[in-house]
């Protein structure tokens, strides 16, 4: 039984109409036949036609577009679906607002074609060291509670010695920032080499934006399509 796998977008008049398109056209090359390929968008009019500067673009693929009709999505689609790539998060965001239950066959396009592992164990490591950081924080206020209270009540009824208290109260602020400051590096890596999961909406842009659009897509779908079964 072939597999559906459904592209998104909002219009479905620009990226997913190309990267429907495009996927299918890979898969063919590829001899992968045991895929259905569909696109939708969130916000999409019914039956209407692909953009001209995508049909164009397409055209210099060798693939023909001109017969695409644009399709909203619906539940049933989502559910017929058996892995859904969108264009951007917040492609995906509205899915899964919309359908929670799709939450587990539902990718932006960058996120599915980095292999979804290796995004997993990026987020997983985010997860853990935003626990250590947690963990150090409950240490470093546990450790220093008392004294903390006592500075607090000091501020407030000691006015005139709140130059001190305060010089006191950033000290403690900084050696905590000390105390995170691997971790919090580690943080600042792992989300730029995560990067930016989006394919920019090139509609209303020259030809050429659909251009890099178009080769931007199929590179991430070729990684895809390597790896299918």
């Given at each position: ?52 500067q ?14 695409h ?37 539902v ?75 691997a ?17 920019s ?6 030809i ?6 178009a080769q931007?897509?199929?590179a ?10």
């Open positions: 039984m072939k597999k559906t796998i459904l592209l998104v977008c909002t219009g479905n008049t620009c990226r997913s109409s190309m990267a429907e398109a495009l996927l299918r056209d890979l898969l063919t090359r590829y001899g992968k036949g045991n895929y259905k390929i569909k696109s939708a968008g969130i916000s999409a009019f019914e039956g209407g036609d692909a953009a001209y995508a049909i164009r673009v397409m055209k210099e693929e060798g693939i023909d577009l001109s017969n009709q644009t399709t909203l999505l619906s539940q049933q689609l989502i559910e017929e679906s058996d892995l859904i790539l969108t264009m951007t998060q917040r492609h995906k965001l509205v899915i899964l607002d919309d359908y929670p239950d799709s939450r587990e066959k990718y932006t396009l960058k996120e599915y074609a980095a292999r979804v592992e290796d995004i997993e164990n990026e987020t997983k490591q985010i997860e853990e060291l935003h626990q250590i950081i947690d963990k150090k924080r409950e240490e470093f206020i546990l450790e220093y509670q008392d004294e903390i209270e006592e500075l607090e009540d000091k501020r407030e009824e000691l006015l005139s010695e709140l130059e001190g208290i305060e010089g006191r109260i950033a000290e403690l602020e900084d050696e905590l920032n000390q105390r995170v400051l971790e919090k590096r580690e943080l600042a890596r792992l989300k730029e080499r995560i990067g930016n999961l989006d394919i909406d090139p509609f209303g842009q020259p050429s934006i659909y251009r890099d659009c931007e897509i199929k991430e779908l070729e990684k895809i399509v390597e790896n299918l079964e």
